[in-house]
């Protein structure tokens, strides 16, 4: 047997008669050879596209954190150069781009009463937040700390019937309070006079005024001026320039060269912060 399957060999070898058959064999076994291949096969584009994921989301965040913190240093320009335009001769400005520090947190929850404009943020006074601390997105001020924990912190919206921020009109620098109504899209300013240089489209931004938030960032646009002869003042409402419905990350800042609360006399709390509209107090 063994000296037949020898000759066979050599036979073959020779005259290549056995060819025909292993192609045949190959074609048969080709797909088994894939199957036995398959899980290894899987499991190496599982792991590479697992990895690729991975980096790209990685990427997507840098990416997003640093669009975020350019974004809130660009917005001042347009509050500079109308300021420089309009006072530069008068006063020293205070204004001073990327000059501050700053710290990105995430939302945590958004409460769903429709009365309160509030939202839980992921940081808190581990991370030197203090209450009165100005918040804001890529786009404008959102509003400011009302409660601080070790771990997270409540933040009241501008939009908030309890909330009022001194603001002036970015064109002419007329002073006023935006206050919230409970609306999304819509601050109430209240006691501008009929014959005041206001306008539709006019941009609001931070007056600075009352110490707790630094001058110069947007705060809405103006959308509506009506002239009543009938009233002393006439009826402004503004449209907030921040995504308060849709940011997901916010910026906290923090007074010139320093890293917790700075005292503010006659600081009061959020909710007190409407009432001092009838009087001015705060705006002037």
């Known amino acids: 047997m ?52 991975r980096r790209l989301q990685e990427e997507n965040a840098s990416l997003r954190t640093q669009q975020l913190v350019l974004n809130t240093q660009l917005q001042k320009l347009e509050a500079l150069e109308a300021e420089n335009l309009r006072l530069r001769a008068l006063l ?33 006074s581990l991370d030197h937040l203090y209450e009165g601390q100005p918040l804001l997105d890529s786009a404008g001020v959102m509003g400011q700390l009302v409660h601080v924990g070790p771990f997270t912190s409540t933040a009241m919206l501008i939009t908030d019937p309890g ?77 907030p320039r921040a995504m308060l419905d849709r940011s997901r990350e916010v910026l906290l800042i923090w007074p010139q060269d320093s890293l917790g609360p700075v005292p503010m006399p006659g600081t009061r709390k959020a909710g007190a912060a409407k009432s001092a509209a009838a009087t001015g107090d705060g705006a002037e």
Request: aromatic share 4%.
């Open 2 to 53: 063994l000296i037949l399957s020898i000759s066979l060999m050599t036979l073959d070898h020779r005259q290549h008669h056995l060819d025909s058959l292993r192609d045949s064999l190959s074609v048969v076994v080709y797909p088994l050879k894939l199957l036995v291949d398959l899980p290894r096969s899987v499991g190496d584009w599982f792991s590479e596209s697992l990895a690729t994921r």
């Open 163 to 239: 909330h009022a921020i001194p603001v002036q009109v970015n064109r002419t620098g007329l002073r006023t309070i935006a206050l919230g109504t409970g609306a999304k899209d819509r601050l109430e300013l209240p006691h501008i006079p009929n014959n005041a240089d206001i306008r539709i489209g006019d941009l609001l931004t931070t007056s600075g005024l009352g110490g707790r938030f630094p001058p110069g960032y947007p705060v809405a646009e103006v959308t509506q001026v009506e002239h009543d002869p009938g009233r002393a003042f006439a009826r402004v409402t503004a449209r």
């Open 92 to 124: 020293d400005s205070s204004f001073q781009v990327g000059s501050r520090h700053m710290l990105i947190a995430e939302l945590m929850s958004v409460d769903l009463d429709p009365y309160r404009h509030q939202i839980v943020i992921n940081k808190g």
